[in-house]
Nanobody, 129 residues
Framework: QVQLVESGGGSVQAGGSLRLSCAASGSTNSNYCMGWFRQAPGKEREGVAAVYIGTDSTFYADSVKGRFTISQDNAKNLVYLQMNSLKPEDTAMYLC??????????????????????WGQGTQVTVSS
């Protein structure tokens, strides 16, 4: 099992930027996908961005396209979420998650919460207007 620890959350004003980091312990080098999810109070958990580790295959929710970028540093077992042009509606707890995946279907399940086995504790992001 892979352990995930997020960091980098905080409070910013609308239009600002934050970079979240997710540190993974354990093997994530083979057929492993990671995603960033967020959950606001009273709302369902939703996928924000996902990546197939070791490739340039990424996937974004429509609500963050053009503003958020997911990236990876495989040497350090880190996955990042760069968030620019933040909006108040981006306020949520952000969680990093991981799962085993295959190239043939990794996109289909990118934001399927039930497919992810490994979860971090989350980091809070608050955007004020």
């Amino acid at each position: 099992q892979v352990q995930l620890v997020e960091s980098g959350g905080g409070s910013v004003q609308a239009g600002g930027s934050l970079r979240l980091s997710c540190a993974a312990s354990g093997s994530t080098n083979s057929n492993y996908c990671m995603g960033w999810f967020r959950q606001a109070p009273g709302k369902e958990r939703e996928g924000v961005a996902a990546v197939y580790i070791g490739t340039d295959s990424t996937f974004y929710a429509d609500s963050v396209k053009g503003r958020f970028t997911i990236s990876q540093d495989n040497a350090k077992n880190l996955v990042y979420l760069q968030m620019n042009s933040l909006k108040p509606e981006d306020t949520a707890m952000y969680l990093c998650a991981g799962r085993s995946c295959t190239w043939w279907n990794h996109r289909i399940y990118s934001f399927d919460v039930g497919r992810y086995n490994d979860w971090g504790q989350g980091t809070q992001v608050t955007v004020s207007s």
